[in-house]
């Protein structure tokens, strides 16, 4: 057999020093098919736009287009230009279908308990109720008596009140009703309801002792990638630990957490449209006071 390399040990021609070269254009042909379907994602376009957007020349940017509508990720409709494709919406179902909530949240509820030393929940609306998903327990030793497959009210925990934040204010005051045998905290209807409406302005919701004595939390929602509440998490411990003040600066982190994961579930950070609610009474005040009452 002919050897590839001559004398002075050059490559052959069309031997290996070819390969890193195809390798790059091949990814750069990738990267820019992917750039084509960034650019439609943001609503049909024509070819010539779509020129323009990628610092194309139009033949480059039909031979991409046309290789994506071959395989159906894009579609074309003559007079409206190019779309996204349905491959993209069966791949969107799969990956949904995929995603596991508790694997995907893991590593970022224990990131949590332990920056915080605290203990890190989990949890889901299931019929009217919070079902605690997951639990990682802090570092303190508090026994904090929650279990994961449990079911809590949803009025009177932070779990409940992050996962409710998006709802109008008729299912608030249903829940609250719903649950009044349930509250260890008296307080008013009207009360509670200026407590979520601070709660929902900042975005996250405080448990004051209202489930368990001597214990607080704040709680956070998670969204899908339609922008949906589907989950929330906490972060729970003693009375002792959990001053207003610390509190307030562990709902940046329980914030900024909950983000995360939700960005692992698809979500960009488009919120949907937020249902009618009656106008916002004000800040909230008394034993269940907002988490805007220090600002």
Same mark, same amino acid.
């Given at each position: *057999?002919?050897?590839?390399?001559?004398?002075?040990?050059?490559?052959?021609?069309?031997?290996?020093?070819? !390969?890193? #070269?195809?390798?790059?254009?091949? +990814?750069?042909?990738?990267?820019?098919?992917?750039?084509?379907?960034?650019?439609?994602?943001?609503?049909?376009?024509?070819?010539?736009?779509?020129?323009?957007?990628?610092?194309?020349? @139009?033949?480059?940017?039909?031979?991409?287009?046309?290789?994506?509508?071959?395989?159906?990720?894009?579609?074309?409709?003559?007079?409206?230009?190019?779309?996204?494709?349905?491959?993209?919406?069966?791949?969107? /179902?799969?990956?949904?279908? !995929?995603?596991?909530?508790?694997?995907?949240?893991?590593?970022?509820?224990? =990131?949590?308990?332990?920056?915080?030393?605290?203990?890190?929940?989990?949890?889901?609306?299931?019929?009217?109720?919070?079902?605690?998903?997951?639990?990682?327990?802090?570092?303190? =030793?508090?026994?904090?008596? &929650?279990?994961?497959?449990?079911?809590?009210?949803?009025?009177?925990?932070?779990?409940?009140?992050?996962?409710?934040?998006?709802?109008?204010?008729?299912?608030?005051? !249903?829940? /609250?009703?719903?649950?009044?045998?349930?509250? =260890?905290?008296?307080?008013?209807?009207?009360?509670?309801?200026?407590?979520?409406?601070?709660?929902?302005?900042?975005?996250?919701? /405080?448990?004051?002792?209202?489930?368990?004595? #001597?214990?607080?939390?704040?709680?956070?929602?998670?969204?899908?990638?339609?922008? =949906?509440?589907?989950?929330?998490? &906490?972060? +729970?411990?003693?009375?002792?630990? *959990?001053?207003? #003040?610390? *509190?307030?600066?562990? +709902?940046?982190?329980?914030?900024?957490?909950?983000?995360?994961?939700?960005?692992?579930?698809?979500?960009?950070?488009?919120?949907?449209?937020?249902?009618?609610?009656?106008?916002?009474?004000?800040?909230?005040?008394?034993?269940?006071?907002?988490?805007? @009452?220090?600002?």
């Amino acid at each position: *057999m002919r050897s590839r390399r001559n004398a002075g040990g050059a490559e052959h021609p069309g031997g290996r020093g070819e !390969e890193p #070269q195809r390798a790059r254009l091949g +990814s750069q042909t990738l990267l820019r098919g992917l750039d084509v379907i960034d650019v439609v994602a943001a609503g049909p376009v024509k070819l010539g736009d779509l020129a323009t957007r990628l610092g194309l020349t @139009r033949s480059t940017a039909h031979r991409l287009a046309s290789a994506l509508t071959d395989r159906r990720y894009l579609s074309f409709v003559p007079h409206s230009g190019y779309s996204l494709g349905p491959k993209l919406l069966e791949l969107g /179902f799969r990956v949904r279908d !995929e995603l596991d909530l508790p694997r995907v949240a893991a590593p970022h509820l224990e =990131r949590l308990a332990l920056l915080t030393e605290d203990t890190v929940h989990l949890g889901v609306l299931d019929h009217g109720h919070v079902l605690y998903l997951d639990k990682v327990p802090g570092r303190r =030793r508090i026994n904090i008596s &929650s279990r994961i497959g449990e079911l809590q009210p949803v009025t009177c925990t932070g779990l409940g009140k992050a996962l409710i934040l998006d709802l109008d204010e008729d299912a608030w005051i !249903e829940l /609250f009703r719903s649950e009044r045998k349930a509250r =260890r905290v008296d307080i008013s209807q009207h009360e509670w309801l200026e407590t979520m409406r601070g709660y929902l302005r900042a975005g996250y919701a /405080f448990d004051l002792e209202e489930n368990e004595d #001597q214990i607080r939390c704040v709680a956070a929602p998670i969204r899908d990638v339609a922008g =949906r509440t589907i989950a929330a998490i &906490s972060v +729970s411990s003693a009375a002792q630990y *959990m001053s207003d #003040q610390r *509190m307030q600066t562990l +709902s940046r982190e329980v914030l900024n957490t909950a983000q995360r994961i939700s960005e692992d579930l698809g979500w960009t950070g488009r919120h949907p449209a937020a249902p009618s609610r009656a106008a916002d009474g004000g800040k909230a005040h008394g034993r269940l006071r907002g988490p805007d @009452r220090s600002r």
